[in-house]
């Protein structure tokens, strides 16, 4: 196993990493940090995991070129990443702050346990996405996805922001079945669309219109994310929404009851 | 205080590889696909299955068998000359493998079927089921001896160890298929030994597979009824044999054999319009017992072809890409990406929707 080439250019550290096994590539970027590093370019990865797990600073930047493997960015406490391809499953698992980009598609169950930070795909993503999501008082983590989702979108979320706006490349459904199954806190705001379907709703959720409340957070949330993969907000932003929201906190408060 | 805690975290991985105008594809490729995937195991099993690996024996059935000892050898080879015509047999080629410190006896047998076998006397069966009936029979019967691979012109290579390992120790590089499947094992709930390794085979039918099978004790009760014996000490077995009753021997449609594996959920049958709901209500009734419960992701290899399907909520990862004439299922994209970097096109395949790939008519 080749050992990771670190090069500095200026402030950027450029790491190549084809072929390096992911604790050598995680160790260098640790070390790197420690030595006061910021801005980091990963060049040729491929399926390499745990990246940027646990890093904590909000003025570290990670650009990745090439697809990172799974459990990208879980724990992590405040950089930034950007995946310029698409991406696997598990990102942004039980992360804490700071912020994970993806130009392209993502995989299954992403965000998670997540509890701050924003994660943005631009692409589709897989299923159960934003699995139990939880917020306390600010601290609130935001899922965006551009494309559409797979099923249980938004399982047992306790809390969070996540957004569809379904964006199809082919003939397919913009929202998988049981999507909200076992929500009980947060929100989904989804682009309108007929596949939005009442026999495909988890039983705990419902449909409702957006209020002023809603749109504040949509304008401010999706101009930041039209900037990120410089898409025209307006057009983005005029689109119908609607609101996905438990229709109890408890929903098995008396399951165990009687 | 400092403590360090480390903890495997992982599932099995699953690669696959297909050709569909049959132009052959090198063993190496195979291994550095799931060789991507090395934290999927843990070193307890690692296999693969070659299709298109013997055309010079291409109408011969290949059985590679594994010995314990050297007596359940002879017991088999004494069995195998009473039924079947022996063309050709010798040690599977291996290599000493610093990583593979110590595996069974490996010897591959290239037969016939005896046209006055002496079992036809009793049990006027055909060749397959002569085939099906030696499986069972060698690897229930004959202490210390498995037969793990029993098709024509195609072959498993599997064993403890990562499957990089394994694919060097039976020196893959020396094989050239046009349909490849790759196993990385992490076993949970049975042992890792030689015989639990992936891929299962039963005739053509090769199955690779990421998760549990929970319906393991039903479907091996059901399968005992047709004669199929399960002695590997694995769920994933049932897969094998389960192929094999419902294509071969029941001949059903490709489509519906996969929906009585990956059954459809009663609250979807009933949206759909009559005649449909009669057929998946009459699959489900009839195969309620080959249905698979628990969360898979499962790689078919046959002699026309490869299969990708997962559960119906999908608990385990499948990716699939084509480029050009080649087509990958993969467990990880990235996977996929280190033997082509750049597909035409990479998609996930929907939970219980099988992705079917075809090869090409064979042209004489």
């Known amino acids: 196993m080749p050992a990771s080439k670190t090069k500095k250019t200026g402030k950027t550290i450029t790491i190549d990493a084809k072929g390096v096994y992911y604790r050598e590539l995680n160790h260098s970027i640790r070390t790197a940090l420690k030595a006061g590093g910021k801005e980091f370019h990963l060049k040729n990865i491929n399926g390499q995991r745990y990246i940027g797990d646990g890093l904590v600073g909000r003025d570290v930047r990670i650009t990745i070129d090439g697809v990172p493997g799974n459990d990208l960015g879980a724990f992590m406490d405040g950089p930034t990443i950007v995946v310029n391809s698409n991406a696997q499953d598990g990102i942004s698992n039980t992360m804490n702050d700071g912020k994970i980009i993806i130009h392209g598609d993502a995989g299954d169950v992403l965000g998670y346990g997540m509890r701050g930070g924003k994660l943005f795909v631009r692409g589709d993503v897989g299923y159960r996405v934003g699995i139990h999501m939880k917020e306390f008082k600010a601290k609130i983590p935001v899922i965006i996805a551009g494309g559409v989702a797979g099923d249980f979108l938004g399982e047992y979320m306790a809390g969070g922001i996540l957004i569809l706006l379904g964006e199809k490349k082919k003939n397919e459904m913009m929202v998988g079945d049981y999507l909200g199954t076992g929500m009980h806190g947060g929100v989904i705001y989804l682009k309108y669309s007929d596949d939005i379907k009442e026999d495909r709703l988890g039983k705990e959720v419902a449909v409702m219109e957006l209020d002023d409340a809603d749109n504040k957070v949509l304008d401010k949330l999706l101009k930041e994310y039209c900037q990120d993969f410089r898409m025209d907000y307006d057009k983005t932003r005029q689109q119908r929404f609607v609101k996905l929201k438990p229709v109890s906190h408890r929903p098995y408060g008396k399951l165990y009851a009687y | ?364």
């Open chain 2, 1 to 364: 205080m400092s403590w360090r805690y480390e903890k495997d975290i992982s599932g099995c991985g699953l690669a696959g590889i297909i050709n569909t105008r049959r132009e052959l594809i090198n063993g190496k490729v195979i291994m550095k696909s799931i060789a991507l995937q090395h934290d999927r195991g843990n070193g307890l099993g690692g296999g693969f299955a070659a299709y298109g690996i013997y055309p010079d024996y291409k109408d011969h059935y290949a059985f590679h068998v594994m010995f314990e000892h050297e007596k359940c050898r002879h017991e088999f080879e004494h069995y195998l000359k009473i039924n079947y015509q022996i063309d050709r047999e010798e040690l599977i080629p291996t290599r000493t493998h610093p990583k593979v410190p110590t595996h069974p006896i490996l010897w591959r047998y290239f037969v016939t079927i005896k046209p006055d076998r002496p079992d036809l006397k009793e049990d006027e069966i055909g060749d397959q089921d002569f085939i099906v009936k030696t499986v069972m029979h060698v690897n229930l019967n004959i202490d210390g001896a498995y037969v793990f691979s029993s098709g024509k012109n195609m072959g498993v290579f599997k064993g403890v160890g990562y499957p990089e390992d394994i694919g060097e120790f039976f020196c893959l590089e020396n094989y050239d298929a046009y349909i490849w499947t790759a196993h990385n094992r992490f076993p949970t709930n049975t042992p890792g030994w030689w015989g639990g390794a992936h891929p299962f085979a039963l005739l053509e039918w090769t199955i690779v597979h990421n998760g549990e099978i929970s319906s393991y004790g039903i479907n091996k009760r059901y399968l005992e009824m047709f004669h199929y014996t399960c002695s590997l000490m694995t769920d994933t077995e049932v897969v094998a044999y389960l192929l094999d009753l419902l294509l071969r021997k029941h001949n059903l449609p490709r489509e519906l054999a996969l929906k009585a594996l990956s059954a459809s959920f009663w609250k979807d049958i009933d949206k759909m319009d009559k005649r449909e709901r009669t057929m998946f209500t009459a699959i489900r009734q009839v195969y309620g017992s080959a249905a698979l419960n628990g969360p898979f992701a499962i790689l078919i290899g046959h002699n026309n072809g490869l299969i990708g399907i997962n559960d119906r909520i999908k608990l385990r990862p499948l990716v699939a890409a084509r480029k050009q004439d080649t087509y990958y299922l993969a467990s990880e994209e990235s996977s996929i990406r280190e033997v082509c970097p750049e597909p035409e096109r990479i998609w996930h395949p929907k939970a219980g929707e099988p992705v079917i790939i075809d090869l090409e008519k064979e042209v004489k």
